[in-house]
């Protein structure tokens, strides 16, 4: 199998090796129940994972960035729950069908579910909006398990063999998924034109960006969402799943969509929407994103007249 996968899949032998190494974890911790699978996952990526691949780092330096006052105890204490909620979430990613039957009896919160029940019968497209917190798979599948199909945009990963089963896994359940480019987008485009829907998550650094505040810093951020939503006349909705206490559940939160305009103020009112669920939630936002470019709001420093 190996053999015949490495004939199809350009890429170094330190490619293929880490891969079979991450199947064979993976497929190892599948065999527990969810609440061991969970914990296992949880655990050794906030222990041993995000110390050596500098995740613990990253994410300590993003709070002390935005919260400067903060202490190193409490910064590191979110950082490792950040990583546990990113290990968690990571290997339920890899039982989507599991996570679709734990969401199909989550009550939906938010008066944005009346509206994409509205448009879905009216034929209109739906563009649903979230970022990198809690689990975003476990709100778009609470919805494909009500009967919704619901697409979405993807990065191909870097490793080429990662990212053969990594996409395919992206086609278990029901939901086209759309390379990030210009093929996807345009894929992605015209599956709202015939009124589609889909999921784009909008906290990426982007140089290409606008400067939006997040979180009270300024960051690059993309409005291709609202771009694509006024295009195709989609209703823009912000949706969330937040984990509970316990690390295995979620609720589920669609709000009032986005009202149609300026699409930099269309996603200024959806960044801040999410930071609200991250003020409430700080260790479910995967502050291990190079969201923010520290070192030139620096160097612009001098020029700023404004705090």
């Not at 339920?92 to 989550?106: I, Q």
């Not at 975003?136 to 990963?157: N, P, S």
């Not at 990030?180 to 290409?208: C, M, N, P």
Request: glycine share 8%; no cysteine.
């Amino acid at each position: 199998m190996a053999a015949t996968q490495s004939n199809k899949i350009k890429g170094t032998f330190g490619q293929w090796l880490s891969d079979r190494i991450l199947r064979a974890m993976i497929w190892t911790v599948l065999r527990f129940p969810l609440r061991t699978r969970l914990q296992i996952m949880g655990r050794f990526t906030s222990h041993v994972v995000a110390p050596i691949a500098g995740y613990r780092k990253r994410a300590m330096d993003n709070l002390a960035y935005i919260h400067p006052d903060m202490s190193a105890t409490e910064r590191r204490q979110i950082a490792d729950a950040v990583s546990d909620q990113f290990g968690r979430t990571f290997i339920e990613f890899y039982d989507l069908v599991g996570l679709m039957d734990r969401m199909s009896a989550v009550e939906i919160e938010g008066t944005g579910l009346k509206h994409i029940e509205q448009a879905h019968a009216e034929g209109r497209p739906v563009l649903l909006l979230t970022g990198h917190f809690g689990n975003y798979e476990a709100a778009r599948v609470a919805l494909v398990a009500r009967g919704y199909d619901v697409g979405g945009l993807f990065r191909r990963m870097s490793n080429p063999y990662f990212n053969a089963h990594y996409t395919a896994n992206m086609r278990v359940v029901p939901g086209i998924p759309f390379e990030q480019g210009r093929k996807g987008t345009i894929g992605l485009i015209r599956h709202l034109e015939k009124g589609g829907k889909a999921v784009i998550a909008h906290d990426v650094y982007d140089s290409r960006g606008v400067e939006i505040d997040f979180l009270g810093k300024p960051a690059p951020t993309l409005t291709s969402a609202a771009d694509m939503a006024l295009r195709t006349n989609a209703l823009l909705v912000p949706y969330f799943a937040v984990r509970q206490a316990d690390g295995m559940s979620f609720r589920v939160f669609i709000e009032e969509p986005i009202e149609h305009g300026d699409p930099v103020d269309m996603i200024r009112d959806a960044t801040q929407r999410l930071e609200a669920r991250i003020k409430d939630h700080p260790e479910q936002w995967f502050w291990i994103h190079r969201r923010w470019k520290p070192e030139r709001q620096r160097k612009r420093a001098p020029a700023r007249t404004g705090p």
